[in-house]
């Protein structure tokens, strides 16, 4: 039985990976990205940093700092709605596991429509999620690398 494995198509990292990865960004036509991240790193002016980073690509952007540790149905929901309204063409995840999962169903809800919840599960969406682009602040989840997300239903706990 054979089986396939899904990792990013592209993998930057090294020393001034950051500046690479954003001409990356530029080079793939991107106009507008919802920024994912927490209230933490958006205190300390990472994601302004990241923001200016873009708008120095000619990329405009919205930060979304809603991703909670273990990121549940409403930040998604409340994530999808500034991205609709903003009319984002990508997703930038900044952060851990948490705001990495987060943008991840951010994305996908983009794309497929729906509620999160409604892929629960293994290969549930019919489309591929949002274009996104993950940038790492920890070691750790590894959720960067990998296509699944963990997102908590408070309602069934």
Sequence with gaps: MSSTFFIPAVN??????LDEAMTAIRNYGFRKALIVTDSGLAKAGVASMIAEKLAM????????????????????????????QSACD???????????DC???????ATNGGHIGDYEGVDQSSKPQLPLVAINTTAGTASE?????IITDDTRH
């Design 12 to 17: 930057i990292m090294g020393t001034d990976c």
């Design 57 to 84: 690509q000619d990329i405009d952007s919205v930060i979304y700092d809603g991703a909670k540790p273990n990121p549940n149905v409403e930040n998604v929901e409340n994530g999808l709605a500034l991205l609709q």
């Design 90 to 100: 990508f997703v930038v995840s900044l952060g851990g596991g948490s705001p990495h």
């Design 103 to 109: 943008a991840k169903g951010i994305a996908l809800c």
């Design 145 to 149: 690398m990998t296509r699944f997300c």
